[in-house]
């Protein structure tokens, strides 16, 4: 089994050759980057898996978002990638879930996410749209997706997904 740790400032260079390599060069173009843009990923939900010549197997980042005018602290999952070499053999899904119970124990209480539905639908995430939720450009809505990390959270929460009180999302078609 790969361990989770931390993701280190030293990772930085391995990450952004990592990320070219799964989503390629133009992934920045995605609608969820203009979320990300200006904003800092969280560091408490920022995890990596290394080999033990501490090589960048896989990582997993998470974005503050705000949800309409709701106050609910609410992340937003992703990238996540797992170097091709290293696919499938479980570091995807053990990146997402001790990082969900990282979030859930920090004490987030909505997670978003622009994926692929087969693979996280068994994580607990249900149609986003469904409940409400826009996206600051096109996505194929049923990529957009969102799982409570509390109990109810969902309840009285619609609108926009924005960058979080203090900064500003710009609208872009991607
Ligand atoms: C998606 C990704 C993070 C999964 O990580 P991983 O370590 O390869 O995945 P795991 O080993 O944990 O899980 C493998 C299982 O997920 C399935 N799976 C992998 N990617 C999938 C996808 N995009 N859609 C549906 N199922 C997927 C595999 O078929 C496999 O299923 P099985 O267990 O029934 O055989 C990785 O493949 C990756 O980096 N892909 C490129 C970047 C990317 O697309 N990231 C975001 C995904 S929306």
Known sequence: MFPISS???????????????????????????????????????SFAVR??????????????????????PAVLLGPVAV????????????????????????????????GDKPYYEPFGFVNAPAYGLELPGWVDPERFQVMELAPGALQGVSGMIGKPPGSRTRRKAA
């Open 7 to 45: 993701e280190r400032p030293q990772d930085a260079a391995q990450l952004e050759t990592l990320l070219d390599l799964t989503f390629g060069p133009d992934r920045s173009a995605k609608t969820v980057y203009r979320l990300r843009e200006g904003v800092a990923p969280i560091k408490a939900l």
């Open 51 to 72: 080999d033990s010549e501490a090589k960048l197997l896989g990582s997993i980042r998470y974005w503050p978002i705000s949800i309409g005018s709701a106050a609910a």
């Open 83 to 114: 170097h091709p070499d290293y696919q499938g053999q479980g570091i995807g899904r053990a990146l997402i879930r001790h990082s969900l119970y990282a979030a859930t124990r920090q004490g987030h209480k909505l997670c978003v996410l622009v």
